[in-house]
T-cell receptor
Framework: NAGVMQNPRHLVRRRGQEARLRCSPM?????VYWYRQLPEEGLKFMVY????????ESGMPKERFSAEFPKEGPSILRIQQVVRGDSAAYFC?????????????FGNGTRLTVT | DQQVKQNSPSLSVQEGRISILNCDYT??????FLWYKKYPAEGPTFLIS?????DKNEDGRFTVFLNKSAKHLSLHIVPSQPGDSAVYFC????????????????FGKGTKLSVKP
């Protein structure tokens, strides 16, 4: 998993607070993907971004969740007014541009706990 | 509605024997399939992939087989080693929806493999 950097590794928030999760893709990768894993579940797609552009946000909850990948800096997944059900592991992945046969490379995740 | 299914939550195998992990899918638009391995508290690590134009891909001890008519793929690990003990996820993508790039990967729920010495 070297290369895709996520921070923080662990994040504890009280209900109603905001959570910000950061992801720096591998060098040379301009596509970023966010996934969420609930206990005993597989990874669920949330959003797919390129620099300054959201390509597919079909997996994002309609409210409280947003994502960005600015021209400079990491991609940010933002969860406003967190609830207990948001507690999960959030994984970021990256890939190079336009390489259909290149697998996604994942970071080690941010484990969000909402108390 | 699960588009990618791994029906065995766990599998136990003796060291040196073959491990066979299975995966079924329902979406005929999927054209790229991958296996990832995951240790606790780490992110998934890519193992091996196969395009829908092939029926087999091999990389060292790992071989993936694809049966498109049955919408089934399997991962064979031979010989199995204790270090292979992890959760294995099957994933699929319909690259045509993203102009050829990988886009949205759909994951199964995983199979926990235990390789006993």
């Amino acid at each position: 998993n070297a290369g895709v950097m996520q921070n923080p590794r662990h994040l504890v928030r009280r209900r109603g607070q905001e959570a910000r999760l950061r992801c720096s893709p591998m060098k040379g990768h301009s596509h970023v993907y966010w996934y969420r894993q609930l206990p005993e579940e597989g990874l669920k797609f949330m959003v797919y971004l390129q620099k300054e552009n959201i390509i597919d946000e079909s997996g994002m909850p309609k409210e409280r969740f947003s994502a960005e990948f600015p021209k400079e800096g990491p991609s940010i997944l933002r969860i406003q007014q967190v609830v207990r059900g948001d507690s999960a592991a959030y994984f970021c992945a990256s890939s190079p541009i336009g390489t259909g046969d290149s697998p996604l490379h994942f970071g080690n995740g941010t484990r969000l706990t909402v108390t | 509605d699960q588009q990618v299914k791994q029906n065995s939550p766990s599998l136990s195998v003796q060291e040196g024997r073959i491990s066979i992990l299975n995966c079924d899918y329902t979406n005929s638009m999927f054209d790229y399939f991958l296996w990832y391995k995951k240790y606790p508290a780490e992110g998934p690590t890519f193992l091996i992939s196969i395009s829908s134009i092939k029926d087999k891909n091999e990389d060292g001890r790992f071989t993936v087989f694809l049966n498109k008519s049955a919408k089934h793929l399997s991962l064979h690990i031979v010989p199995s080693q204790p270090g292979d003990s992890a959760v294995y996820f099957c994933a699929a993508s319909a690259r045509v929806n993203y102009g050829g790039s990988q886009g949205n990967l759909i994951f199964g729920k995983g199979t926990k493999l235990s390789v006993k010495p």
